[in-house]
């Protein structure tokens, strides 16, 4: 197998560019569930700057991807609103109370301060410790909740889905709140030298209408990807996990540069229809695959990826489908890193990409 000839961040420097590099990026989503990695409960990585910092770094010396970041995690931003979190000792955070509870009280609530609510402090000083650490190595990046899915951890997501036909107008109220509580963050993580990413769950056509993502996401999303670019010249990726396809053209107009894939959704199709405007990510199956499957599963799963988007004109970067389960065997994430490498390297073997297993 081939070595890797550029570091993780001379890779991403030159594929933002268009240059030439040694092999397609790879970057699984990864963070809290992968805390027993470096032997700690989830609750500890929660609540640890260090250990955030920690764990991040270890992840990047065992696998050398083209990316890190720390994540406010999806309901970060609510909870600095005033929504009620539980930290169980070995599972992910639960949603106790939102913040809001009645639609009265939507034009009472307020911004979120990053330096002061909640874990946001945390965050930011583990990605000054992780930039101090290996930034030279890698690019370092927080990951945010987009403004829909914080609104629906701020009022409840069976709320915000009844008050967008109830009360349409509050809502809109409540997304501006919300949204500019995600670009205080974004100031404060551009003060720091990084981008952000956004995770946006909420916002798939699993759960709500193309209209419903047209009027109340879309906008607010431009509104982050807008303060990001004039903060720092460069836009933001965003995942949205489940279904996407009828609302890929809006997301892209939203101004993302990159758009990471669900694998309930095809790569073809996305190569097809975004392929010429924002870099595709993903999509390699996380449970089925990643965390239950074989290191051959793995491979023939990451070569399936990287054939369906051979081609695409701003680029491709191996991935997970959504964020990696707890208790995954560490194996099958190098066996992913080493997918990138066995059918992405560049030139790009074709007879070997395109062969059947």
């Given at each position: ?8 961040k001379?890779?991403m420097?030159?594929f933002a ?28 990585y ?13 992840l ?12 406010v995690?999806?309901?970060?931003v ?143 999303i ?16 965003i ?13 892209m ?89 066995i ?15």
């Amino acid at each position: 197998m081939k070595r890797d000839q550029m570091t993780p961040k001379e890779r991403m420097t030159a594929f933002a560019k268009g240059l030439e590099i040694d092999r397609i990026p790879c970057n699984p989503h990864m963070g809290v569930t992968m805390a027993p990695f470096i032997g700690i409960p989830l609750k500890e990585y929660y609540h640890s700057a260090e250990r955030m910092a920690e764990l991040e770094i270890a992840l990047f010396r065992r696998l050398n991807h083209d990316g890190v970041s720390v994540s406010v995690t999806l309901r970060g931003v609510a909870e600095a609103m005033g929504s009620k979190m539980h930290y169980p000792d070995n599972s992910i955070s639960l949603m106790e109370s939102p913040v809001v509870n009645s639609i009265d009280q939507i034009e009472s609530l307020k911004p979120s301060d990053p330096e002061k609510d909640g874990k946001l402090p945390l965050v930011l000083k583990a990605i000054s410790i992780i930039k101090d650490k290996i930034g030279n190595e890698v690019n370092v990046g927080a990951g945010l909740a987009g403004p829909f899915s914080t609104a629906a951890s701020v009022v409840g997501t069976e709320n915000l889905l009844k008050w967008m036909l109830k009360y349409p107008d509050k809502v809109h109220i409540l997304m501006e709140i919300v949204t500019e509580s995600n670009n205080r963050f974004i100031e404060k993580a551009a003060e720091l030298g990084v981008g952000v990413g956004f995770s946006d769950p909420v916002s798939s056509t699993s759960l709500i209408s193309v209209k419903q993502f047209n009027e109340f996401s879309a906008p607010y999303i431009k509104k982050n990807v807008d303060k990001m670019k004039s903060l720092t010249g460069r836009s933001a990726s965003i995942h949205i996990c489940g279904k996407s396809k009828g609302i890929w053209q809006t997301v892209m107009d939203t101004g993302v540069s990159s758009f990471s894939i669900d694998n309930v959704e095809d790569l073809a199709d996305a190569k097809e229809i975004m392929g010429d405007r924002v870099t595709i990510s993903g999509n390699v199956p996380p449970v089925d695959v990643i965390q239950k499957g074989t290191r051959e599963d793995v491979l023939r799963a990451a070569k399936e990826c990287i054939k369906k988007t051979y081609g695409a004109k701003k680029g491709y970067i191996l991935s997970s489908g959504c964020q990696i389960p707890m208790n995954t065997p560490m194996e099958n994430i190098d066996a992913l890193m080493d997918g990138a490498r066995i059918y992405g390297s560049y030139p790009i073997n074709e007879e070997l990409l395109f062969s059947e297993d």
